[in-house]
C-alpha cells in the first residue's frame, strides 16, 4: 500500500479502520476531533489538470465549497473560496489552474495562487493565501481530513 499526505505524516498504519467491510480502509484519523473523507478516486486527479469539487461537512455550520487538484505528484485540497471576496475560483467547474499549470487562478478578478500550499502568488488576493485542508492519497483514493467537533 502506498500513502502520500500534503499534510505530512503516514496517514495509515495498522489502526485504519474498514470502513466499508471489503478490505478497504480509511486511514488513521489525522488527530483528535478529526477525520478521513475520501472524495475522489485517484485517477481522477491528472497534475496539472482539472480539479474534483466536494463539500466540507463542518458541525457547526453549513456545508463549505472545497476542491483538490493534483500538483507535483500529490492530492493539494483547498476551500473553494477566493481570499479577495467570498466567492468560488471556477467559472468552469474544475478549472483552477491557469494555463502555465503552476498557479491557481480565480476567474473573478484573476488572484493567482500557488498550487502547493494555497499562498497568494499575486493580484487581487494581497498576500492573502487560500483555506488549505489536508489531504493524503492511499488505496485508489483521495482523502481529505474533516472536522467532527468531537475530540474523543
Ligand atoms: S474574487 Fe477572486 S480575485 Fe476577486
Redesign the pocket.
Known sequence: MSAGSSGGGDPFDDRGADVNGAGAREPTAPAPGWRWKAVCASDELREGGNGVRFDVPSPDAPELPAFVVRFEGRPRAYLNR??????E?DWQEGRFFDDTGLYLV??????LYHAADGACAG???RGRPLTALQACEADGKVWVAIRTGRTG
Open positions: 477566493c481570499s479577495h471576496m467570498a466567492v475560483l480565480c476567474a473573478t478578478h484573476g488572484a493580484g487581487p488576493c
